[in-house]
């Protein structure tokens, strides 16, 4: 059994009711629960949340919310892995013993089911605890910068400076769409990085959503793909 789970607690900072926000037409969250159940990879798609109108909003799309997520889980600094080993747990105890979990976040207009599939089956076949989507940072990371407070600047990796750019290893980020994993994993509380493989998506296809600058450069980015597609 596979079981999708999005996070998605109510207390947005930076852009309040980030979540459930209407983006392009539809509550933000949609797009996750959309994508997760069109993908026909999960038996259940469960929303974690700690908020009554988040809850609504999920299931009037489709996804399951058959626990609320307990206030210390839902700070400013609870961190991914507990939160899903929390819902795993609950998950259990309803008698839905997965084999793997997918954290999928809330904020992923620009989530392709494809991508699901394909890390779901890179996971399988390397027998790894996690899988998740990475992208090539823009720029070489080993040229970058560094300024002091009077303006001169200063190369962080000077052994780097007079290298040519393309002949340097490339360097990758986490997208920050989804994370698969081995249920057994999450409950161990595992770093996901340092256990997991990764997944490379193009950079074009990563946006990551935490300012309202973020957000008008994503709707603007995704009328384009819709009027292009």
Not at 102 to 130: E, M, N, S
Request: charged letters at 25%.
């Amino acid at each position: 059994m596979n079981i999708a789970i999005i996070p998605a607690r109510g207390g947005s900072k930076r852009i309040p009711r980030k979540n459930i926000r209407e983006f392009a037409g539809k509550p933000m969250i949609a797009y996750a629960i959309t994508a997760a159940k069109h993908s026909g990879l999960f038996e259940h798609v469960i929303v974690s949340t700690d908020d009554q109108q988040i809850a609504e909003e999920a299931e009037k799309w489709g996804a399951e919310t058959p626990f609320m997520r307990p206030s210390e889980l839902a700070s400013d600094y609870a961190a991914t892995v507990p939160v899903i080993a929390h819902a795993t747990a609950q998950c259990k105890k309803k008698g839905w013993n997965a084999e793997y979990i997918c954290c999928i976040y809330p904020t992923v207009p620009f989530l392709q089911i494809d991508d699901l599939l394909q890390a779901f089956q890179q996971l399988q076949q390397k027998g790894a605890d996690f899988c998740f989507p990475i992208t090539e940072f823009p720029s070489a990371v080993q040229r970058a910068l560094r300024r002091d407070q009077q303006g001169k600047i200063k190369p962080f990796y000077i052994e780097y400076e007079l290298r040519r750019t393309q002949d340097l290893e490339p360097a990758y980020y986490d997208a920050g769409q989804f994370y698969w994993g081995k249920a057994e994993a999450w409950q161990q509380n595992q770093n996901i990085h340092s256990q997991g493989i990764g997944f490379v998506i193009p950079n074009w296809r990563v946006v990551d959503i935490d300012t309202p600058d973020d957000w008008k450069r994503a709707e603007l980015l995704y009328e384009v793909m819709i009027q292009n597609s």
